[in-house]
């Protein structure tokens, strides 16, 4: 167990929303710091700015609220190592910058785009991977007051030294690296402003981040940022890299597999609680074996040594079964409520919330989204429904229906609407007085004229909601 103070962060990029990708490495490290009583904070890395976007930090803010991952230092929470935003740092890239060039770990480097172009070319001739040649680093001064006068501005290149780097994953384990193959890497631009190797390890610092928990295409990038740490000499942080999340083809997750960005699959109706339960199980895997769990439990659960290293299948069926299972325990007055943002074309005002109650709860079985319920309800508003022609000709049209359909008209007549258990009697003796017809003869035609479809709620809670004026008209449009 970890002994110091636990901090750990979030730092998604907002060049669009977030994907679920950057969400689960989120939970990851929420629930990291919950179990060790730490610190998860948010940070924005928008230095950026052409890519960039107001629009996404706010989908990154709400993204992360609606699935409960609340931060306990932000931008917009503030917190002890303000500002949590990259675009307002630049004085820490600017001093650890001018610290690593003081100290000798970096070095201005002069040469035109051009000129690395030529570099590459000549590497690429030479059937050998490209290394920045390093020409710059011991420039002479009248070198160097020519290119100023060209007007040429210089980016900041860090000193990578050859050697064999090792660190020990927490996930991974053992990963050694040969830093001969890097050559020397850009960490600020000719505009000042910093690359990501560079701010993301200068605001981890600044931040006394303890554990980074991320996404393991940023593997490659670990060692160079272990040695600018260790040019600063500074601690470094532990690394924890999380496997990929594929889809259920084993490629990269991508739009044309479905939504991918938080907000997509919450709009859609994917409760919170179902979505974060699913995620948390996107590469770990929990002691008892069990699944549907609340985040406070798989808190105390975790660890990281059940976080599995290799790439996490995106099941879409399995999140589609855990979100049902989530609807179906559901409080149905908390269910009906959450259910009302999707029924905007419907005039609830006809029901009362006890009614509504009852109309969502005779579709809950059936539903997996809650953007579903539309559909599901349809038959429940509205004076008549419609029947589509197959539906017509398979079930209603024949003589037999027809003689269904009249003789439970007549009987309908004494219905008590207002209890359903005294209807479901009441359909008991009127399947007794049908015979020699079988049930499945018939209720489909009753169902059919009451909803124009061939399944859906139970039809005594259909035929109680509906009442018997539109029960009356319904049947007889069907006569």
Not at 134 to 149: H, V
Not at 216 to 238: C, F, M, R, W
Request: hydrophobic share 35%.
């Amino acid at each position: 167990m970890p002994t110091q103070n636990i901090r750990v962060r979030i730092a998604p990029s907002p060049s669009g929303n977030l994907h679920v990708g950057t969400a689960r490495t989120a939970l990851f490290n929420w629930l990291y710091a919950k179990k060790y009583n730490g610190k998860f904070i948010l940070r924005i890395e928008d230095t950026d700015a052409e890519r960039s976007e107001e629009k996404y930090v706010q989908n990154i803010f709400d993204s992360l609220k609606a699935i409960g991952l609340n931060w306990d230092e932000g931008p917009d929470v503030g917190g002890e190592y303000a500002p949590y935003k990259q675009s307002e740092r630049q004085e820490f890239y600017d001093k650890y910058s001018a610290k690593l060039l003081e100290s000798g770990h970096a070095y201005y480097c002069w040469c035109t785009q051009e000129e690395l172009e030529a570099e590459k070319e000549l590497a690429k001739q030479e059937k050998r991977d490209f290394i920045y040649s390093g020409k710059c680093k011991n420039l002479s001064a009248d070198q160097i007051e020519k290119y100023k006068t060209e007007g040429r501005k210089p980016v900041v290149r860090f000193s990578i030294p050859p050697k064999k780097l090792k660190f020990n994953d927490l996930i991974k384990g053992e990963i050694e690296f040969d830093t001969a193959l890097t050559g020397d890497i850009v960490i600020m631009k000719s505009n000042g402003t910093p690359t990501y190797n560079f701010a993301v390890v200068i605001d981890d610092l600044e931040m006394k981040i303890s554990h980074i928990i991320r996404g393991e295409d940023h593997i490659s990038n670990t060692p160079k940022q272990i040695l600018i740490y260790e040019a600063l000499g500074v601690e470094v942080p532990q690394f924890a890299h999380l496997g990929m999340i594929l889809a259920p083809d084993r490629s990269k997750l991508s739009k044309r597999h479905g939504a991918t960005a938080v907000s997509e699959f919450i709009n859609q109706g994917y409760l919170p609680e179902a979505f974060v339960n699913f995620l948390a199980f996107l590469g770990w895997s929990s002691p008892d074996g069990e699944e549907i769990k609340s985040p406070e439990e798989i808190a105390n659960l975790f660890s990281l040594d059940r976080v599995s290293s290799n790439p996490a299948i995106f099941e879409f069926d399995k999140l589609n079964w855990m979100n049902g299972v989530y609807i179906r325990n559901l409080p149905i007055r908390d269910l009906a409520q959450r259910c009302g943002k999707y029924l905007g074309k419907y005039d609830l005002s006809c029901y009362s919330e006890s009614q509504l109650d009852l109309i969502i709860d005779s579709v809950r079985k059936n539903l997996v989204k809650l953007d579903e319920i539309s559909d599901l309800v349809s038959y429940f508003f509205g004076e008549d429904v419609n029947i589509d022609n197959e539906l017509k000709q398979n079930v209603l049209i024949s003589d037999e229906s027809k003689k269904v359909l009249a003789d439970f008209l007549e009987f309908a007549e004494n219905f008590d609407y207002n209890n359903i258990e005294k209807i479901h009697e009441q359909f008991d003796k009127f399947r007794e007085r049908m015979k020699p017809l079988k049930p499945k003869q018939i209720m489909p035609p009753i169902r059919a004229a009451l909803t124009g479809l061939n399944h859906g709620a139970d039809l005594a809670v259909i035929i109680s909601v509906l009442g018997k004026d539109r029960v009356t008209k319904r049947i007889k449009a069907n006569l």
